[in-house]
């Protein structure tokens, strides 16, 4: 059984995802740690799962250092100095949602090796557990936040803006205003009260989900906007024009100024960077585990996602959202967003997604790729679900990693164009899940 996806373990809290798979996963770690630190976001299960994945560690001998309510950047600052991190988040996903996420020293999360390595104690429960004499303790960890934003500050300079900040109810509050109030920024926060209902938007921060922040930057004649997802290992940024930067267009500007000779970017990124960086581009399978891996042995420079998530090995292997959104920051003090986002290039993309029973997955998935292998296009390419190369555009379809559900995109140099590639596409997915 597989029990991890593209970006850790993820499920409904008590349905999918339970107070006694987090102890077992505690149990796996715990098996082959001697020390890890715990952390969680905002959401309501965030205390219950913590507190489980701690006892199960505990009972091999490990000892847990308890973060409390941390970005999860924050916490994979905090596993430098032990042999691990284990991250309560969900993330994005709606609030019903719980998961976790386990974190090298190095600030990567758990490649796919180790992955399984975890899965398969899941599965034979030959945990190495202690005498009551043995048990591993629990210890307060405190100063994680200050520890965190002292790295970010290391590697930005100064910038004099007005900036808002949308937290998204998340733990991001903790360090993303106070980062950019020591630059020198005039900050402004909403949604910054921590809470796991979400009540200010949903913790993707989409677009749509956006509009009480485009409305502040314009308000409040700020320079920029800045948004998290619920964990803060995401960013995407509104502009001094109140318009939506999303994660392609932050991952092109990025891109041109830190990655000089190799970039790595997610299968599903926009064509419009392969004409705007001068770097390699090397893609890879979608999800920031991958990117990570990929950074670290290529010696990339810089690698993201379209997602928003950023990784800048000169400082972390770990998707950083403060930290990118600092970086973005101090690009900002230089010359206006809204000027710097004109020199990349826009070509229309469409996205698009539905949802099947997680019990249908198996079948949706045979019925998938019959259908994309009978679509007629220039290319096909299986690294991660189905990428269509056309003459001029792209498409592509792939399980989501951390939902029951077929996320799908079309990219074309004319609207026109994009809309036939996504008619296509829709078509050929909407009958795999019926």
């Known amino acids: 059984m597989s029990y991890f996806g593209s970006s850790g373990i993820r499920g409904v809290v008590n349905k999918d995802f ?14 082959a740690s001697k020390t890890a630190v715990v952390g969680m976001d905002s959401r309501t299960s965030g205390p219950m799962i913590s507190s489980a994945v701690s006892s ?40 019903e949602y719980g998961g976790i996420k386990l974190w090298n020293p190095d600030g990567s999360g758990f490649g796919a090796r180790q992955s399984k390595s975890i899965e398969k104690l899941l599965e034979t429960r030959k945990f190495k557990l202690k005498p009551w004499d043995h048990v591993g303790k629990t210890i307060p960890l405190t100063g994680a936040a200050e520890t965190h934003a002292s790295r970010i ?18 733990p991001a509050y903790t360090v993303t205003p106070i980062v950019l109030q020591r630059m020198g920024c005039r900050v402004v926060t909403i949604n910054s009260n921590p809470d ?11 677009d749509e989900n956006l ?96 997602s928003g998530t950023f990784i800048f090995p000169d400082q972390t292997y770990c998707p950083d ?51 994309m292998r009978a679509v007629e296009c220039d290319e096909l390419l299986t690294l ?11 498409a592509l379809v792939r399980a989501s990693g951390t939902e029951p559900k077929l996320r799908f995109l079309a990219e074309a140099r004319n609207s026109k164009r994009a809309g036939e590639i996504m008619a296509l596409i829709t078509k050929a997915v909407r009958r795999s899940v019926k």
């Not at 924050?74 to 042999?83: I, K, P, Q, S």
């Not at 042995?297 to 996602?305: D, I, L, P, V």
């Open 196 to 206: 796991g209902h979400f009540p200010g938007r949903p913790p993707e921060p989409a």
């Open 153 to 170: 500050l290391s590697g930005v300079g100064k910038a004099k803006l007005k900036v808002v900040v949308d937290c998204a109810n998340g």
């Open 384 to 394: 991660d679900g189905y990428r269509l190369q056309f003459e001029d555009g792209w």
């Open 56 to 95: 199960g560690l505990m009972a091999t001998g490990c000892d847990v250092y308890q973060a409390g309510i941390v970005a999860t950047p924050t916490l994979a600052e905090a596993a430098r100095c032990l042999d691990c991190g284990i991250m309560v988040t969900a993330s994005h996903n709606p609030p």
């Open 18 to 31: 339970t107070p006694e798979l987090a102890a077992l996963v505690g149990l796996a770690v715990g098996s």
């Open 321 to 371: 959202g403060i930290l990118a959104a600092a970086r973005l920051v101090e690009l900002a003090s230089r010359k206006k967003l809204s000027e710097i986002r004109k020199a990349v290039p826009k070509y229309p993309i469409l996205r698009d997604a539905v949802r099947f029973k997680q019990e249908d997955k198996a079948r949706v998935l045979r019925a998938l790729d019959r259908e």
């Open 211 to 306: 509009s009480d922040l485009k409305n502040a930057v314009v308000s409040m004649k700020a320079d920029l906007g800045i948004a998290h997802d619920g964990d803060a290992d995401r960013v995407v940024a509104v502009d001094d024009k109140g318009m939506f930067l999303g994660g392609d267009e932050l991952l092109a500007i990025l891109a041109k100024r830190y990655a000089k000779k190799k970039l790595v970017v997610t299968v599903d990124a926009s064509m419009a960077i392969d004409g705007f960086v001068d770097a390699k581009i090397l893609r890879t399978r979608v999800g920031d585990v991958f990117v990570s891996e990929e950074v670290k042995r290529s010696k990339a420079e810089f690698g993201g996602e379209p």
